[in-house]
């Protein structure tokens, strides 16, 4: 009789569910996913809990596959030697094969007093410590965001249409990522909310105290609550471990998401750095990389040769409170282009795209496998291509 094969998959966010559930569609696999908490965080609506319009958890009965083993800890060390993992609580779980996808969360600040004074809210617990902070302000108290990425201008938008004075200090540019057009219809539409923008050099952030928050330009902003959304950063278990990692500590692996330093261990989603060019940390890269995590496992345990992961991106969707939005088309590089779709037949697209991510989830733990959406994106090839010296393909030689 074949004995069974162990995968652990660290991490229950959007690439580790995914990949959970696409190991079950072989009945000689076990699958055990651990994770820090018993819920599934919908981290693409912490903004919301933030404003009060969502409380951003799923079940994860709700979106993990039956058999799935659910391990609610933390893992504090990998041996990938002895094939095993440590858990904080003391007790280990023994592998065959180990998918990493401990996703990513709030990056150090490095600015005087915003460890003290800042809220940061890339995670489910930041998210329900900021909550009652922005309660228990006064409804005219000044509010203060701290980047302008998706997350600072979601958050900043969500908290002025329920009345709050909000300043969003950008740092240089309001969202970077946007095409310029995408970026003048996000302008407008936090200006209509009252929200107060600041860009440029003198809009830097260079320290944080209880009140204030002082600017690079030398201006003092008054700040009740001062919300810290600028960058973010991944867990050190890689690097802890003694594993090889990118310089943010993001899991350095091949095309195949394999580790540079172990076939058995497989890297997906934020945590990522896939031959040191990682795609951007987001749930759109996650959903993609997470199954394709688990098909190289499967092709290992087959016998077979894992196949180099192939992601495209469309768009990035940003809220604007609950009755507008902004959906910036992307080619499959991940490159904003000119088109956008603005209003609120984007914030209703958003709320459906939240929506649909989830489904997504239980879709993958009903019938694992069925479904791929993956896009070539052929400027990657041309960016490894560069990275390794080689010379770029042919048409011949490309078909």
């Not at 998210?127 to 701290?146: E, H, K, M, N, S």
């Not at 984007?346 to 709320?351: G, I, Q, V």
Request: proline share 5%; with cysteine.
């Amino acid at each position: 009789m074949t004995e069974n094969t162990d995968v652990v998959v660290i991490g229950g966010g959007y690439a580790g569910v995914m990949a959970a559930n696409r190991l079950t569609q072989r009945g000689d696999v076990t699958v055990t996913l651990i994770n820090p908490r018993p819920t599934f965080v919908e981290r693409i609506r912490l903004h919301q809990l933030v404003g009060g319009s969502h409380d951003a958890v799923v079940a994860y009965r709700k979106v993990l596959g039956k058999g799935i083993r659910l391990v609610v800890d933390t893992v504090a060390r990998i041996d990938a030697t002895e094939r095993s993992v440590t858990l904080a609580t003391g007790g280990t779980v023994g592998y065959d094969y180990l998918i990493y996808a401990v996703g990513s969360g709030s990056a150090d600040p490095r600015v005087p007093g915003a460890a003290e004074f800042a809220y940061p809210i890339a995670t489910l617990e930041e998210a329900q410590r900021l909550r009652p902070v922005v309660d228990a302000a006064p409804a005219t108290a000044a509010v203060t965001v701290v980047g302008a990425g998706p997350t600072g201008i979601e958050t900043a938008a969500e908290l002025a249409e329920e009345g709050r004075t909000v300043t969003l200090v950008c740092g240089e540019v309001l969202g970077p990522y946007l095409h310029p057009r995408g970026r003048r219809s996000v302008a407008q539409r936090l200006a209509a909310l009252g929200v107060t923008v600041l860009e440029g050099p003198d809009a830097k952030v260079t320290a944080v105290t209880r009140d204030s928050v002082q600017l690079s330009g030398g201006r003092k902003l008054p700040s009740k609550v001062t919300i810290w959304t600028a960058g973010f950063g991944v867990p050190d278990l890689a690097a802890r471990s003694g594993l090889s990692t990118d310089a943010l500590g993001r899991l350095l692996t091949d095309e195949t998401l394999t580790s540079v330093d172990d076939e058995r261990i497989v890297a997906a989603g934020d945590s990522a750095a896939p031959s040191d060019l990682p795609f951007r940390m987001s749930c759109q890269a996650a959903v993609q990389l997470g199954p394709q995590a688990a098909e190289t496992v499967l092709s290992r345990i087959a016998g077979e040769q894992p196949a180099p992961i192939e992601v495209g991106f469309v768009s990035q969707c940003i809220s604007l409170g609950r009755r507008s939005g902004i959906l910036q088309f992307a080619g499959k590089d991940d490159t904003a282009k000119r088109y956008y779709l603005g209003g609120r037949p984007s914030a209703k697209l958003k709320e459906f795209i939240c929506k649909a991510t989830v489904w997504q989830l239980a879709y993958e733990a009903r019938k694992p496998g069925a479904r791929t959406w993956w896009t070539k994106d052929d400027k990657r090839r041309q960016l490894l291509q560069a990275k390794r010296g080689e010379a770029p393909a042919t048409a011949e030689q490309a078909a």
